[in-house]
């Protein structure tokens, strides 16, 4: 079970940090990844982090803005959004890949584990 927290309502420019706590002791063995849906929209994959946080992966509209992190001591996944843009506004899904081991370039079809989404609203 995945639970993500720290959404919310900010202005062009602010920034928040998602945290994702997962339940599952075996944590530590998953990539772990961000997705979002804004309405109207498919489901996108957003940053991706391996099982040691040794590589992270990112889609090009967030590259320098967005970071992933992790903690498997505290089974825990961070994604700190900065600058943000009216465009970042959706829900945000933390997601955990549905094998052991690989790669963090998640693809939705792939994905193990979703969480309920936290809503992330961006104002211009």
């Known amino acids: 079970q995945l639970v993500e927290t720290g959404g919310g309502v900010v202005q062009t420019g602010d920034s928040l940090r998602l945290s994702c706590l997962a339940s599952e002791s075996s944590f530590s063995r998953y990539a772990m990844g961000w997705f979002r849906q804004a309405p109207g929209k498919e489901r996108e994959f957003v940053a991706g982090?391996?099982?040691?946080?040794?590589?992270?992966y990112y889609v090009d509209s967030v590259k320098g803005r967005f970071t992933i992190s992790r903690d498997n001591y505290k089974r825990t996944v961070f994604l700190q959004m900065n600058s943000l843009k009216p465009e970042d506004t959706a829900v945000y899904y933390c997601a955990s890949d549905s094998e052991p081991f690989r790669s963090p370039q998640l693809s939705a079809a792939h994905i193990g584990t979703w969480g309920p989404g936290t809503q992330v609203t961006v104002s211009s």
């Open positions: 982090i391996s099982y040691r946080s040794a590589s992270t």
